[in-house]
Nanobody
C-alpha cells in the first residue's frame, strides 16, 4: 500500500512561485509513475503533469508547459512540482497520484491507483 501526502500549497500573488511536494510511504513508490492533477471549484479534475518511475520521462498538459516542472527524488520518496509564473486561473486543489508503470501516458484520473488528500493553491490577482 502507498500513501501520498501533498504539501507546499498556499496563497501567492500572480506571477509568483510555489513548490509542491508529494511525500510517499511504501517501498514501492519508486516503481510508480506519479502525476499531478488539479481541481478548481465547480470544475472537473484535470491532468497537469506526470513523471515516470525513474524520472526519465515526463509529460505536461498544455496548461503547465513552460511554467511548471516536475521532478522526483526516489531516495526521499518524494515528487515535486515547481510552479512559476502563477496565474489566478491556477487556483485549485492540487492532487498527487501514482500508478503502477505500464505502456502509455496516463492522462485520466481513473488510471491512477493511489491519491493524496490534496493541497490548496490560491493565486491572487
Amino acid at each position: 500500500q502507498v500513501q501520498l501526502v501533498e504539501s507546499g500549497g498556499g496563497l501567492v500573488q500572480a506571477g509568483g512561485s510555489l513548490r509542491l511536494s508529494c511525500a510517499a510511504s511504501g517501498r514501492t513508490f519508486r516503481t510508480l509513475s506519479t502525476g499531478w492533477f488539479r481541481q478548481a471549484p465547480g470544475k472537473e479534475r484535470e491532468f497537469v503533469v506526470v513523471i515516470s518511475w525513474n524520472g526519465e520521462s515526463t509529460y505536461y498538459a498544455d496548461l503547465a508547459k513552460g511554467r511548471f516542472t516536475i521532478s522526483r527524488d526516489n531516495a526521499k520518496n518524494t515528487v515535486y512540482l515547481q510552479m512559476n509564473s502563477l496565474k489566478p486561473e491556477d487556483t485549485a486543489v492540487y492532487y498527487c497520484a501514482a500508478r503502477s508503470p505500464r505502456p502509455g501516458v496516463a492522462l485520466h484520473q481513473d488510471e491512477y491507483e493511489y491519491w493524496g488528500q490534496g493541497t490548496q493553491v490560491t493565486v491572487s490577482s
